[in-house]
Every structure is written in structure tokens, then in C-alpha cells.
């Protein structure tokens, strides 16, 4: 069994700065890839970036240079660094990681709680 545990959200002025860390424990033999999402009310839910442990990363545009995700492999740990956050931010944050807990074990998405973020004006 693989749990994610995430952190770090909450209550931020509008070009201020939260750091959100996602950390997976549990049966993991492998991590493919983890990424952040966001969900805001009344709209779908919404791809933010994406590490490998190799760290290659991708973005949404709407996250390009204000955001960074990072990964402590060492912890199995991503983190998403967000600068200048905006009244548009405001969203749920979940974390994801695909995972396999096995060498013949197909890699299965897990998903954290999820945290509130919210970016006042």
C-alpha cells in the first residue's frame, strides 16, 4: 500500500509565495513520475506540472515561471514551489505519483488529500 501525505497549504495575499510538499510512503519500488493538480470551484480538475525522478519537469501555462516542482528522491518527496500566486490560484492542490510497488507490478496512480490554497486580492 502506498499513501501520499500533503502540506503546506493555505492563506496567501496576492503576489506572495507557498510551498506545498507531497510526501509518498508505503510499499514503493519505483516512482515514475509525480505531479501536482488543482481543482477550483465549478471547473474541472487541472494538470499543474509534472517531475520525473530525473527531473524533467513540465508546466501549465498558466503556472509557467511562477512555479517550480522539484523531487528529494532520497525522501520520495515532491515539492511545488509557488511565487507570485494570483486571486486565480486558488484551488484545491492534490498530489499525484504513479507507482509501482513491485518488479512485475504495473505502475498505479495514488493520489494525496488534497490542500486548500487560497489567494486573496
Known amino acids: 500500500q502506498v499513501q501520499l501525505v500533503e502540506s503546506g497549504g493555505g492563506l496567501v495575499q496576492a503576489g506572495g509565495s507557498l510551498r506545498l510538499s507531497c510526501a509518498a510512503s508505503?510499499?514503493?519500488?519505483?516512482?515514475?513520475?509525480m505531479a501536482w493538480y488543482r481543482q477550483a470551484p465549478g471547473k474541472q480538475r487541472e494538470l499543474v506540472a509534472t517531475t520525473t525522478p530525473r527531473g524533467s519537469t513540465n508546466y501549465a501555462d498558466s503556472v509557467k515561471g511562477r512555479f517550480i516542482i522539484s523531487i528529494d528522491n532520497a525522501k520520495n518527496t515532491e515539492y511545488l514551489q509557488m511565487n507570485s500566486l494570483k486571486p486565480e490560484d486558488t484551488a484545491v492542490y492534490s498530489c499525484n505519483a504513479r507507482i509501482s510497488t513491485g518488479l512485475l507490478r504495473a505502475p498505479e496512480d495514488y493520489w494525496g488529500q488534497g490542500t486548500q490554497v487560497t489567494v486573496s486580492s
Open positions: 508505503g510499499r514503493i519500488f519505483r516512482i515514475d513520475v
